[in-house]
């Protein structure tokens, strides 16, 4: 044990960069982590990122250093600037694949039709930002301006703000005591999603 311990070690101290990167992304994003073989994947491939990026900033201070010289290159400015690099790969990375950042370049070059979201759901609600109503497996309606959403349709809640429910004949019953309400995912059927137009005529009509 000690011994594959011993071996153990050198793999997981080269990994530690992209596992610390990785642990950024899903810290900054709604994608769910993957097996544990996929992450370690990830790892090796964010570790190559940033010990290429290391290496550029090394050349380049190296460079910078026979016109100005500040110091020596050293474990410790090896060790700094990759953390460095990792932070900011980790940081970069996940503003990418918020902002769908990547597939919005491919798929306007016909590449790809799909987004960097985790899921369809995901990429419905973040992407058009409007009122919705909540069809809830009990029959009844819910509507409201989703605050917060569910990665997956099988787990999660929604916190549905300026909530009212619309009884049998249509009309809208405001609950105007309530900040919001907060509504497991598996207890609704289908989500219905005003046009963006609406929802911003009806904040403006609120003074939102």
Aim: glycine content about 8%.
């Amino acid at each position: 044990m000690d011994n594959l311990f011993s071996q153990a070690t050198p793999l997981l101290l080269f990994l530690l960069p992209g596992f610390l990167s990785a642990w950024i992304f899903y810290g900054l994003t709604s994608h769910p982590k993957p097996s544990q073989f996929e992450r370690t994947v990830e790892a090796l491939v964010f570790t190559f990122v940033v010990q290429g990026i290391t290496g550029m900033i090394k050349a380049s201070l190296v460079a910078a250093g026979s016109v100005l010289a500040v110091g020596a290159w050293s474990n410790d400015s090896q060790t700094f600037w990759s953390i460095v690099a990792t932070s900011a790969l980790g940081v970069g990375v996940a503003a990418a694949v918020n902002k769908d950042t990547f597939h919005s370049w491919l798929r306007r070059r016909g590449f790809t039709s799909r987004t960097s979201h985790p899921s369809e759901w995901f990429c419905v609600l973040d992407s058009n930002p409007a009122y919705v109503i909540l069809q809830l497996q009990d029959g009844r309606r819910l509507t409201g301006w989703p605050k917060e959403w569910p990665v997956n349709p099988s787990t999660g809640q929604f916190y549905m703000q300026q909530p009212a429910w619309i009884d049998e004949n249509g009309n809208v019953v405001d609950l105007d005591n309530l900040d919001g309400i907060i509504i497991h995912a598996t207890d609704v059927r289908w989500v219905e999603v005003f046009p963006k137009e609406n929802s911003e005529d009806d904040n403006a009509a609120q003074g939102v």
